[in-house]
T-cell receptor, first 115, second 112 residues
Framework: GAVVSQHPSRVICKSGTSVKIECRSL??????MFWYRQFPKQSLMLMAT?????????EQGVEKDKFLINHASLTLSTLTVTSAHPEDSSFYIC???????????FGQGTRLTVV | AQSVTQPDIHITVSEGASLELRCNYS??????LFWYVQSPGQGLQLLLK??????LVQGIKGFEAEFKRSQSSFNLRKPSVHWSDAAEYFC??????????FGAGTRLTVKP
């Protein structure tokens, strides 16, 4: 199956700093990418959908100025958590899908801890 | 609105016993359905998926699921559970061929 690589797998940052998470499709063109957030013992909640070359579409309640998404190429999307606070600590997962395909493939996830 | 319901938050079964995890989806003309497993601190692993065709779907690790349109269900089954199956299981639906929606998850505990 298609491979999606997410980096880093874990990151610890200080409160007030920004952190960038990368999501790469390794063997297909990811025309659409999705970013999810998962709190402990909870399900995945969609944060935003991005199409290559376009602005991301954010779900209701997700601050677009805090969670910056860039999808400038067909194989890479980035999520930047700006001015991170402890409440932003969570597990972030991306998924990617090629044009015309039904299924999206998931990255391994990034555990963000803000101290 | 499209939604996925997993009625059981937590299930405990004995090793070697059979397992069934329930999933109900809201009606959709083309209900693309998935089951994922997640171990603690890990990403999602796809167990199986249903798009069309045979309503009994075979997956990895001995899992299977049956799509029942009349019941709007896509329950996951395994005839004999192994201790390594202890994890969180998520049912998901892809409504309108857009973004995936997940159920709340069912945590499986396996007793020795």
């Amino acid at each position: 199956g298609a491979v999606v690589s997410q980096h880093p797998s874990r990151v610890i940052c200080k409160s007030g700093t920004s952190v960038k998470i990368e999501c790469r499709s390794l063997d297909f063109q990811a025309t659409t990418m999705f970013w999810y957030r998962q709190f402990p013992k909870q399900s995945l909640m969609l944060m935003a959908t991005s199409n290559e070359g376009s602005k991301a579409t954010y779900e209701q309640g997700v601050e677009k100025d805090k969670f910056l998404i860039n999808h400038a190429s067909l194989t890479l999307s980035t999520l930047t958590v700006t001015s991170a606070h402890p409440e932003d600590s969570s597990f972030y997962i991306c998924s990617a899908r090629d044009t015309g395909q039904i299924e999206a493939f998931f990255g391994q996830g990034t555990r963000l801890t803000v101290v | 609105a499209q939604s996925v319901t997993q009625p059981d938050i937590h299930i405990t079964v004995s090793e070697g016993a059979s397992l069934e995890l329930r999933c109900n989806y809201s009606y959709g003309a083309t209900p693309y359905l998935f089951w994922y497993v997640q171990s603690p601190g890990q990403g999602l692993q796809l167990l199986l998926k249903y798009f069309s065709g045979d309503t009994l779907v075979q997956g990895i690790k001995g899992f299977e699921a049956e799509f029942k349109r009349s019941q709007s269900s896509f329950n996951l089954r395994k005839p004999s559970v192994h201790w390594s199956d202890a994890a969180e299981y998520f049912c998901a639906q892809l409504p309108n061929n857009n973004d995936m929606r997940f159920g709340a998850g069912t945590r499986l505990t396996v007793k020795p």
